[in-house]
């Protein structure tokens, strides 16, 4: 009965640590990915950074635009966030709309974790 349990918790430990692994972001050999808050931005950066680095740890906020990845536009209030992922030359790649803050941060680590 104890090698069972002793089992059981081994095996949701290695759980728990593979669904903290697969969340962890983009994966980018070496090197974090790098978004640079838009100037209109209205979210304050220390909430965005609260959130990045609990949902995606291999995403970071610049202040350099020339070395950033991607530029982030995050704007709205509480109850209606709207965050923006916009590419370089301008294009807006990604948009998303929530009630939460980490819910917008979330979706915006799910979108860059499928970009090549």
């Given at each position: ?115 090549p």
């Amino acid at each position: 009965m104890k090698n069972l349990s002793r089992s059981i918790l081994r095996t949701a430990f290695a759980v728990l640590l593979f669904a903290g692994a697969a969340g962890a972001g983009p994966a980018i050999p070496g090197r974090s990915l790098k978004l640079v808050l838009a100037p209109r931005s209205t979210v304050d950066p220390t909430d965005i950074m609260k959130n990045l680095s609990e949902k995606c740890p291999g995403v970071i906020l610049t202040g350099n635009v020339k070395g950033s990845d991607y530029m982030l536009y995050a704007g709205g209030w509480s109850g209606e966030y709207r965050f923006m992922v916009i590419a370089k030359g301008g294009d807006t790649i990604y948009a998303t709309k929530t009630v939460l803050l980490s819910n917008a941060v979330k979706d915006v680590c799910q979108f860059l974790s499928k970009r090549p």
